[in-house]
């Protein structure tokens, strides 16, 4: 799709094994994204004009994904008035906490909506993305409901020895 309405941008290659679940999620929901490598540290022009050309391209929603010093979804943040959801990734050296920190704690102004540390972080970020299209899209909102039903449906009411 040329101008899909999620982005879903990461520091590094190493941040895919990871945010590859937010882009399973929108697979498996039908929402069309773009992925990109864009690091606040390495890559800053790159960054910068992400956001600055991110609502004109048409992207509602950017899932932003980093790891230790995680500057890339608050950056963003402050480039865009696009919402960024935020993935911290678990690290070796301080488990992803440094990466948490680096993303929750944002000064007043420049939100981002920071999901869990790693895997299940990068998944609902792409389910808290496909809330927000849904409102707009009511055959979303009917594949966002069946999802949950579905998810729901797969939990036994009792505890299985196996
Ligand atoms: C961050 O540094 C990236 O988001 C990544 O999580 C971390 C390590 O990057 P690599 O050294 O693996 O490229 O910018």
């Given at each position: 799709?040329?101008?899909?309405?999620?982005?879903?941008?990461?520091?590094?290659?190493?941040?895919?094994?990871?945010?590859?679940?937010?882009?399973?999620?929108?697979?498996?929901?039908?929402?069309?994204?773009?992925t990109k490598i864009v690091s606040a540290h390495r890559t800053p022009d790159r960054l910068w004009s992400y956001g600055k050309t991110a609502a004109d391209r048409g992207l509602q929603v950017i899932i932003a994904g980093a790891g230790?010093?995680?500057?890339?979804?608050?950056?963003?943040?402050?480039?865009?008035?696009?919402?960024v959801i935020g993935v911290p990734v678990q690290?070796?050296?301080l488990s992803g906490v440094d990466s948490l920190y680096s993303i929750v704690q944002m000064p007043r102004g420049f939100p981002v909506a920071t999901m869990a540390i790693g895997a299940a972080g990068a998944a609902n970020a792409a389910l808290m993305a496909a809330g927000i299209l849904a409102?707009?899209?009511?055959?979303?909102?009917?594949?966002?409901?069946?999802?949950?039903?579905a998810l729901s449906a797969s939990i036994p009411e009792e505890p299985s020895n196996d």
């Open positions: 799709m040329e101008n899909p309405p999620v982005g879903i941008i990461m520091g590094s290659q190493s941040d895919w094994a990871t945010m590859r679940e937010a882009a399973t999620l929108l697979d498996e929901l039908g929402i069309a994204y773009e230790g010093a995680a500057h890339l979804p608050g950056m963003m943040a402050s480039k865009t008035r696009v919402p690290t070796k050296a409102l707009q899209d009511p055959a979303l909102a009917t594949r966002l409901d069946a999802w949950r039903d």
